[in-house]
């Protein structure tokens, strides 16, 4: 079976936040590396495994807490 991945919307969905805040950790380079990508160019759109996000979700800090930590890296 093809492998399902999650686009921007289904990650807000899936850790249960809003739309537009996924987009705000998007343009700030906030979220982990896509795990594909579909199409080509500026029109690519990203995708991620469900268990990529999960474990992003799981090491990201709380809210206001970001600082200089990115994509759920720890820098501690």
């Given amino acids: 079976m093809p492998a399902r991945y ?4 289904d990650v807000a969905n899936r850790i249960g936040i809003a739309e ?7 343009a700030k380079g906030m979220l982990p590396e896509p795990d594909a990508y579909t199409g080509t160019g500026a ?3 990203r995708g ?3 268990e990529t996000i999960d474990a992003w979700n799981q090491a990201r800090p709380g809210r206001g ?3 200089n930590n990115r ?3 720890a820098d501690l």
Avoid: E, K
């Fill in 20 to 26: 537009g805040a996924i987009r705000s950790y998007s």
């Fill in 71 to 73: 994509g759920g890296s």
């Fill in 48 to 50: 991620w495994l469900p």
């Fill in 43 to 45: 029109r690519a759109v």
């Fill in 65 to 67: 807490n970001w600082g």
């Fill in 6 to 9: 999650l686009a921007l919307t």
